[in-house]
């Protein structure tokens, strides 16, 4: 049915390691929080959504992390970018480096694709970690990045299941408010020469 076509989204999860994104999806999607840290490969989730009345179907891309500033081919590739309607990307409320590679991560999307913008939510992970003063990002610097890259942003807790949907429904906002028309989001606008 053409109908069903119309709600699928892809959304890609990508950030430095460790940060929370496979704690991020499984919380999301099973409804878990796994406390050991198994480093990700590549996996991909499915969940409905439901947004504004409409049940999209959303396939979601948790990524291995992104481990050297330097390394230009470890940031991207693309099965990170071909065919992604929107990107969460995470940083950890508790680590600068997270936070510093968030940019990096977005002008490498930017200039893979293509395009001055993309739909993005910018994710401060692990605020429940916050309290004990390990916090070294503050929520105003975060904003502030947003703002510069018109992107939506928030802080969530995987943990404490703070947050965590409405990191996919800003996103499903975020590929709504992006695309021009009332057609399909062109998510292959990304082309492999
Ligand atoms: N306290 C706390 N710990 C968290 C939270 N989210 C994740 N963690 C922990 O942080 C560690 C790393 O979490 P992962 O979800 O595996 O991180 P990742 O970003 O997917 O890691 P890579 O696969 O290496 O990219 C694990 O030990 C998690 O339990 C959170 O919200 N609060």
């Given amino acids: 049915m053409p109908g069903d076509i119309l709600k699928k989204r892809k959304i890609a999860v990508l950030g430095s390691r460790s940060v929370g994104k496979s704690s991020l999806v499984i919380q999301f999607t099973e409804n878990q929080f796994i406390e050991s840290y198994y480093p990700t490969i590549e996996n991909s989730f499915t969940k409905s959504i439901s947004y504004k009345g409409v049940d999209y179907d959303c396939e979601i891309m948790d990524t291995a992390g992104q481990v050297c500033i330097r390394d230009e ?28 590679m968030i940019q990096i991560i ?32 503050q929520a105003t610097e975060v904003e502030d990045l947003a703002k510069a890259n018109r992107a939506a942003w928030i802080e969530t807790s995987a943990k404490n299941n703070v947050n965590v949907a409405k990191v996919f429904e800003l996103c499903l906002a975020e590929i709504e408010r992006k695309t021009p028309t009332k057609a399909e989001p062109q998510a292959s606008r990304c082309l492999v020469m």
Avoid: W
């Fill in 73 to 100: 081919y470890s940031i991207l590739n693309s099965k990170h970018a071909i065919g992604i309607h929107g990107f969460v990307l995470v940083y950890s409320v508790t680590s600068r480096n997270s936070f510093d």
């Fill in 106 to 137: 977005y002008d490498k999307i930017i200039n893979f694709c293509g395009m001055k913008e993309i739909p993005c939510v910018i994710v401060g992970s692990k605020i429940d970690l916050s309290q004990r003063s390990s916090r070294q990002v």
